[in-house]
């Protein structure tokens, strides 16, 4: 039990041994670091008793491969997680020093570009706090997300330097490395009637992990994300460094280094490079050989590894998995391909995160073969075999369909295809998304593998998002309900019992107001720009992307700036719009929507006569600190992908527990939100799913005809093109193309009437106080279902084998 006084010792002792100070003479960064210190041996041992527990029991353990994990901060996490929070809290106030003044200085790693990343870290906060035995491998990029900056409106990208200062979180592990090779060639040695492969003439880089503690939520287990870092096996190049060739002495170095430098900066294009392909495969070896090491010692057999492990590939990133597991069973420990096959899949699960077209990953043979022989001829052999099965066993005849299953195809590698292949699962996001992927986009692998085919709904860490986002709506659920709901996020249901209690329903009001208010000073303080509290938030924060449609959503901002310059006395709700998100760096159109959405706002923001009833804001360099204070501060989330596009969408479910009333299409988890909250406390609108499919079939969608019937449209898309925001000409005429021009591939035009019609109703609600609170109260009480504490239960249930494990204190 960690009290005020044996706190302030350690915190002494951390201080004398990190800074050479004592606490007087000790300034922030100091006390930042000897607390992290403070942590880190409270944490350790915690994490070496789950370590032996789990090894002694041989429970079945999942390890999570993923090229990002978006982890947030720790310090505050870590904190609230041992329980130590209020006593740390206290004693620092003692000091008058702000807690939160301490969490500024911890840097954020941004190993993730949103979604994807962020789901990974959700499912480690679960399995630790479930106590389940479960681990994530990936990569500790030097550079995380790029540092997003607006200038004149446009976006600025900088590299993310999070590791510039001492990363108190990580413990190198160098006895722990191992090699990865790259290159070479492949000998064929004959064994009497048999032959084994000999990889020859390859170059080695060195993968040293570095692990980071994730601790349980108070339940006395810390499980661990191991990142691997490159290192090259050799020093600097004497020969050419005495020849006076300095750049020549240090190239092998850099090119190792390159591997672990910078997370790819988008995640919904392929763009098949060189050393993306490099950074996948060392992820995937470093990782296996690392699940297969510590098995055999801890007298694990490998012809049963299956039972011991899973493998989860999370998305096709890490799908060389599965020749990677080959390689080793077959090469290291001399199995027949047969059994080591069937190891191979009944270890190996995979999830799907996407159905867009460019987002597949297709390596281009000689690139995959030249870089990785001996996974190549692997993988060709895993497909020939494949190929037999489909035409011996399924009996397959056709071409289309064989086309179509082949993981080789055209010169490229799919690894969709290898990935389903070599896997027993293969899951979607959310319901709609499972479904489009059983009757669309992999119907074919459906047929022949139907069993493999299930659906595991995302989900969100309501201990972030709830508890520690926004404490006041966390304890006033607590004063109404108890506090089983912290552990068992479902019971939020009952709040629905308050559902009619006005004070229930204005303590609502006030906290959102209060967080409203909060988000305000952030904004005015960070742009200058001043918002009203009392009117409504309407948030829009994600990657920037086409699909997700934050244009149609500024399109909207500027036929209601222009309703309000025809009649300023117009009666409406004051509304504040606020936007978030990076492009891709080499996102054109992206970019200019971001261009677009600032323009607008310069506008309108400095129009007195429209007299504040609307504003615009973009605030720059979203990353989860950010997410943490914009997301309980929404009145109305946007979610207003074209239907079918957007897997999941998580951000959905951190906006509906926080109360928001969501903005929504038919798409990805919405749908799931929908049928949870009810349809009396959600506005849906726009084509549905099966509508899109329709138009893309036919061919038959004619924005052209949407733009010239419709005025409003017509008047609203012109303003883009005839000089109205006075920016030079022909900027946002690639904008006004992709709409007009260039067949609106997201049916901008086509869903615009009814979005506007959506956005009417949310006003015209909105003006009921009651009602509102209402229905911000049920979206609170209805999103326990969406914590990742049950999304992976059925992971671990429906696909890993995984169970809890009574943690034990030695
Ligand atoms: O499943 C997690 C998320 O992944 C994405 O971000 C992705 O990178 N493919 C999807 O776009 C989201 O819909 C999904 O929620």
Request: charged share 25%; hydrophobic share 35%; with cysteine.
């Amino acid at each position: 039990m960690l009290t005020k006084e044996t706190l302030k010792k350690e915190i002494e002792e951390a201080l004398y041994s990190t800074a050479g100070k004592s606490f007087a003479e000790s300034d922030l960064t100091d006390k930042y670091y000897a607390l992290g210190n403070v942590v880190r041996k409270h944490t350790g041992k915690i994490w070496s008793e789950t370590g032996k527990n789990q090894r002694a029991s041989k429970a079945k353990t999942v390890y999570y491969f993923s090229m990002e994990y978006l982890t947030g901060k720790f310090m505050e996490k870590n904190l609230e997680y041992l329980g130590i929070y209020e006593v740390v809290k206290d004693f620092f106030e003692d000091h008058d020093i702000c807690l939160g003044d301490l969490f500024d200085i911890e840097a954020e790693p941004g190993l993730g570009n949103g979604g994807l990343g962020r789901l990974a870290v959700a499912f480690l906060d679960s399995l630790s706090s479930m106590s389940m035995p479960g681990h994530g491998y990936g990569l500790r990029y030097e550079k995380g997300l790029f540092k997003q900056s607006i200038e004149n409106g446009y976006q600025k990208e900088e590299p993310q330097n999070w590791l510039k200062e001492q990363n108190i979180w990580e413990f190198k592990r160098p006895s722990e490395a191992v090699e990865v090779r790259y290159g070479g060639g492949i000998q064929v040695i004959p064994i009497g009637k048999k032959f084994t492969f000999r990889h020859v003439d390859y170059s080695i880089v060195k993968a040293v992990p570095y692990d980071t503690p994730f601790i349980g939520y108070k339940n006395h287990n810390v499980n661990t994300l191991r990142l691997w870092s490159a290192e090259s096996t050799e020093d600097l190049n004497l020969k050419e460094f005495s020849k006076g060739n300095l750049c020549g002495a240090f190239n092998k170095i850099d090119e190792v280094k390159s591997i672990c430098q910078v997370l790819y900066p988008d995640d919904s294009y392929y763009d098949g490079k060189r050393l993306r392909l490099k950074q996948e495969y060392f992820l995937v070896s470093a990782g296996v050989q690392d699940v297969v090491r510590k098995s055999v010692n801890n007298g694990i057999p490998l012809e049963e590894l299956h039972k011991y492990t899973a493998i989860h590939i999370n998305d096709t990133h890490p799908a060389m998995a599965v020749p990677e597991l080959m390689r080793i069973l077959m090469d290291e420990y001399y199995m027949e391909w047969e059994q080591a096959w069937k190891i191979t899949v009944k270890t190996c699960a995979f999830t799907n995160h996407t159905l867009l077209e460019e987002a597949m990953e297709k390596w281009d043979i000689s690139l995959y073969r030249d870089l990785l022989p001996r996974i190549w001829q692997i993988t060709e052999e895993i497909n020939n075999r494949f190929l037999a099965e489909l035409r011996n066993v399924h009996r397959i005849t056709s071409a289309e369909a064989m086309d179509k299953l082949s993981i080789i195809h055209q010169n490229t590698v799919r690894m969709v295809n290898l990935s389903i292949v070599g896997s027993h699962s293969i899951n979607g996001v959310a319901k709609l998304h499972s479904d489009l992927l059983k009757e669309r986009e992999l119907r074919h692998f459906y047929n022949i593998y139907p069993q493999k085919f299930n659906n595991k709904t995302n989900g969100i860490i309501h201990r972030h998002w709830l508890l520690s986002a926004n404490k006041n709506l966390a304890d006033l659920t607590e004063d109404l309900i108890g506090p089983g709901f912290k552990t068992n996020p479902i019971q939020m249901r009952e709040l629905l019992k308050h559902s009619n209690d006005k004070q229930v329903l204005d303590r609502i009001m006030e906290i959102k107001h209060e967080n409203k208010k909060n988000l305000s000073k952030y904004i005015y303080d960070t742009t200058g720009i001043k918002t009203n509290p009392h009117g409504i938030f309407d948030i829009q924060a994600k990657r920037i992307h086409e699909y997700k449609r934050q244009l149609m959503n500024i399109l909207h901002v500027m036929y209601l700036y222009d309703k309000l310059k025809t009649n300023p006395n117009m009666d409406m709700v004051p509304r504040t719009f606020i936007f978030a998100g990076k492009a891709a760096p080499g996102y054109y159109i992206a970019k200019e929507i971001i261009k677009l959405i600032n323009t607008v706002a310069r506008v309108v923001n400095s129009d007195l006569t429209i007299k504040d009833k609307l504003k615009i804001v973009f605030l720059e360099d979203y990353s989860v600190s950010l997410a943490t204070k914009m997301i309980p501060a929404a009145d109305v989330s946007e979610q207003i992908s074209t239907a079918t596009k957007e897997a999941s969408g998580t951000s959905n479910m951190k906006y509906m527990m926080n109360g928001a009333i969501t903005l929504a299409t038919l798409d990805g988890a919405n749908i799931e939100i929908m049928k949870e909250v009810g349809e009396n406390n959600i506005v849906v609108f726009g084509l549905k799913d099966y509508e899109v499919y329709d138009f893309y079939q036919r061919g038959n969608y004619d924005p052209q005809s949407l733009y010239f019937g419709n005025p409003v449209i017509k008047e609203t898309i012109d303003k883009l093109v005839n000089g109205y925001f006075r920016v030079p000409y022909g900027e946002f005429q690639p904008i006004y193309d992709s709409l007009v021009k260039y067949g609106d591939r997201y049916f901008i035009l086509k869903d615009f009437e009814s979005y506007m019609q959506a956005q009417r109703k949310i006003g015209n609600m909105y003006r009921n106080k009651y009602q509102w609170a209402e229905m911000s109260l049920s979206n609170t009480a209805c999103s326990g279902a969406f914590s990742s504490d049950y999304t992976i239960g059925r992971y671990a249930n429906e696909i890993w084998g995984v169970k809890t494990l009574t943690p034990r204190k030695d």
